[in-house]
């Protein structure tokens, strides 16, 4: 056994010296455990337990677990649901600090199992026990050699540096089986199931934490602890280290699915999307995607501490290989910059008579010519000599079985060059996704050959690392906008339910948020009155508690030009409440904003990860073209105007068929300034601001509701934190 981890909190977990196993068996998921353990050359001491046997797989069986002769780190329990809470009780008082619970029947299967699991989790909690499961197939560490585990593919796994989570066990099975024939070496794995105790936050916590890891790969149906996992993203990105994520739930059928296999609740799927982007978390949509992602960024890890890893170059031996892996590198993000005129140089006369020297680089040759042996280390030497070069890619041509032939020392060549260049990364593609010789894969892992498999995946998958790279020095670049500045006063009224308009944008206001003066009138002469101070021409609309969506009933009346067009005016409005058969409280009286680009940004609370905030095309727009970007807050500057550009109607903020842009500065302050708001003030349940007027002058919003969710049993008293710049103040909030 190797030499301990340091101690995090689950470190009992996955470095156990005394292991049991309750519910051992010769065969199903009670043989696991032990099957694992021989594959994964355990050194310590294992104890299976079960009365109705003297022997398992040729280990001593003891009938109860207060007959095994000494304390026991981690127990692993194989038994029918209803004895698993005292058998785990039973466990804790022969010492065990960790525990595994493989078997299933809890919460996803009806209210006995989810009783049977609250009580699982409460003796976990009195005892003290660290609990993974039920419902999973357990933990294992290729670092320490222990494990509590019942999967499969240990026994062909290599040691390495990527951590797997999966509340899946057979998926995770499948990573291993696919990861080990990738050539992917292991740190620890995990298959979480229900979550009862460990949450998969708190494994990726350890992962983050362990020097031995330096990618993550997770598979996760929900997130059951997401502040936690938010932390863990942050402090991730700050180590370099990055997690891949296939989220299963996207649809409505696979959420549903969720429910009944590990009783997760699986989110909003567009809301893991926009955190995922925020945090630089990398997210797949297979297990073939997962697996090639993982095997490349294992590789990549130590080149991308020391440089971007954003554009790469392609040696190619096709015509219509080179067009597709333009085609293919587009779609995926990569950049394949120009070549400079000193490669030309370099490469003039080497490659076939009428090949143009270009990315990708077409060199008319095959791998096994005579020419391509001149050509090919001169290739490699000349595109990693290049600063715009980050990644150089060599599409070989790869046997299906049988040796290498002349690939081999096309290898050799490559190996020289990433040897010669140790800031480049050298990665070779196929064409397809197939079947390889043996001996190849000896030279992935041998070799440590970087490989990616097929123009799509392969291509896709470098991409993801591009963005994984960009997303790196984000934060070093000027984000060139001020801080949201000084909390203001915020005025939060003392009721819940929606605000009307006027309410809702006085809100706002104190938080710092561009809203068009508006004012109530309830008298046709209080709406003369407010429009001779604001001047002609004004606009009026509807305020009832019932009509929410104004312009569809007729409800707004614009370019009102003077007293007799306002008074008129008032008398509409009226009628169109009544009409309803709403109350009518007033009219709302308002300057006429100058047009602009009509946009939404608006804010709601997410049921896990809190508030979020949403921007996009407004007005009529929203509902119909749903063109919008999210992020979860706090919301940061660089975040912001990642939003601006993220939306498929980001070229009209720039300006389009010879409008002027819109200021985007007063976009992205305005962003941060209500994911503030949204934190500071936990009453806010959404905001609405649509229509949002930008023009190149600033922005302001024309129309806003606020939703206010009822008080807190025991409020605050005085004066609460209200930062709008995401950062905690003595004062700001007040309500009435």
């Not at 003290?128 to 290729?142: E, I, K, W, Y």
């Not at 899946?168 to 979480?192: C, D, K, M, P, Q």
């Not at 991308?304 to 779609?331: M, P, Y």
């Not at 079947?435 to 190849?440: A, K, V």
Request: charge should be neutral; aromatic fraction near 4%; proline fraction near 5%.
């Amino acid at each position: 056994m190797s030499g301990p981890i340091p101690a995090h909190r689950l470190a009992p977990l996955f470095s156990a010296r005394s292991i049991a196993v309750v519910g051992a068996s010769e065969q199903g998921y009670g043989a696991g455990p032990g099957n694992a353990l021989r594959a994964i050359g355990y050194d310590g001491r294992w104890y299976p337990v079960n009365p109705k046997r003297l022997e398992v797989q040729g280990v001593r069986c003891y009938p109860d677990v207060a007959d095994i002769p000494e304390r026991i780190d981690l127990a692993v329990i194989v038994v029918g649901r209803d004895r698993v809470p005292a058998t785990l009780a039973a466990c804790a008082e022969r010492g065990a600090r960790a525990a595994v619970v493989v078997s299933a029947g809890f919460a996803e299967s009806g209210e006995r199992g989810a009783q049977l699991q609250r009580e699982l989790s409460r003796v976990a909690r009195d005892r003290g026990v660290l609990v993974v499961g039920p419902n999973c197939f357990g933990v294992a560490s290729l670092v320490t050699r222990s494990a509590g585990f019942t999967g499969h593919g240990l026994g062909s796994a290599r040691r390495g540096s990527v951590a797997v989570l999966s509340n899946s066990g057979g998926l995770l099975n499948e990573v291993i089986s696919y990861g080990n024939a990738r050539g992917i070496a292991f740190s620890h794995l995990a298959s979480t199931g229900n979550e009862a105790g460990v949450t998969g936050a708190d494994v990726l916590d350890f992962y983050v934490d362990d020097p031995a890891t330096e990618v993550v790969l997770a598979i996760l149906e929900t997130v059951r602890d997401p502040r936690l996992f938010v932390e863990v993203a942050d402090r991730a990105r700050t180590a370099g280290k990055p997690i891949v994520v296939l989220k299963i739930g996207s649809s409505e059928k696979a959420a549903r699915a969720a429910l009944t296999h590990t009783g997760a609740l699986a989110g909003s799927d567009a809301v893991y999307s926009a955190l995922f982007r925020q945090k630089g978390i990398l997210r797949v949509r297979d297990l073939d995607e997962l697996v090639e992602v993982g095997a490349l960024l294992s590789g990549a890890s130590p080149v991308l501490r020391r440089r971007r890893l954003e554009r790469a170059a392609i040696v190619e031996i096709s015509g219509g290989g080179k067009g597709l892996a333009c085609d293919a590198a587009a779609a995926a993000g990569l950049e394949l910059p120009d070549l400079s005129p000193a490669v030309a140089s370099a490469l003039d006369g080497f490659v076939a008579p009428g090949a143009r020297i270009e990315n990708p680089l077409d060199t008319g040759l095959t791998w096994g010519g005579a020419d391509m042996e001149r050509l090919y280390p001169r290739a490699l030497d000349a595109l990693a000599s290049e600063d715009a070069i980050d990644v150089v890619v060599s599409r070989f041509t790869i046997p299906a079985d049988g040796p290498l032939g002349p690939i081999r020392a096309r290898v050799d060549e490559m190996i020289a060059a990433r040897e010669a260049h140790p800031d480049r990364l050298f990665v070779v593609l196929s064409r397809t996704c197939d079947r390889f010789s043996d001996e190849w894969r000896r030279v992935l892992a041998d070799d440590r050959v970087l490989f990616v498999q097929g123009y799509g995946r392969g291509l896709a998958s470098l991409g993801a690392l591009a963005r994984y790279s960009r997303h790196l020095r984000r934060g070093a670049e000027p984000a060139g906008v001020a801080s949201v500045g000084i909390a203001r006063e915020v005025v939060v009224p003392d009721r819940s339910g929606a605000l009307d308009e006027i309410a809702s944008k006085d809100l706002l206001r104190g938080a710092g948020l561009p809203v068009l003066p508006t004012a109530l009138a309830v008298s046709a002469d209080d709406a003369v009155r407010l429009a001779r101070g604001y001047g002609h021409p004004v606009a009026l609309k509807v305020v009832s508690p019932e009509i929410v969506h104004k312009s569809d009933s007729g409800g707004v009346l614009l370019g009102l030009g003077d007293d007799d067009a306002v008074r008129e005016g008032f008398d509409r409005l009226r009628d169109v409440a009544r009409g309803a058969g709403a109350p009518f409280t007033g009219v709302a009286v308002q300057p006429m904003a100058t047009p602009g680009l009509e946009l939404v940004i608006g804010a709601h609370r997410d049921e896990q990860f809190g508030p979020v905030v949403l921007f996009g095309l407004g007005g009529v727009f929203v509902e119909t073209l749903r063109d919008v970007a999210l992020r979860v807050a706090p919301v940061d500057d660089v975040d912001a105007r990642e939003m601006l550009d993220e939306i498929a109607g980001s070229a009209l903020l720039r300006g389009a068929r010879g409008r002027p842009a819109v200021d985007r500065g007063a976009l992205a302050d305005a962003l941060c300034r209500l994911g503030a708001l949204m934190i500071a003030v936990p009453r806010i349940a959404s905001v609405d601001l649509n229509p949002v007027i930008a023009r190149a002058d600033g922005v302001v919003a024309v129309d806003a509701r606020v939703l206010l969710a009822a008080r807190e049993d025991q409020p605050a008293t005085g004066r609460t934190s209200a930062s709008v710049n995401g950062a905690a103040s003595p004062s700001g909030v007040t309500s009435r």
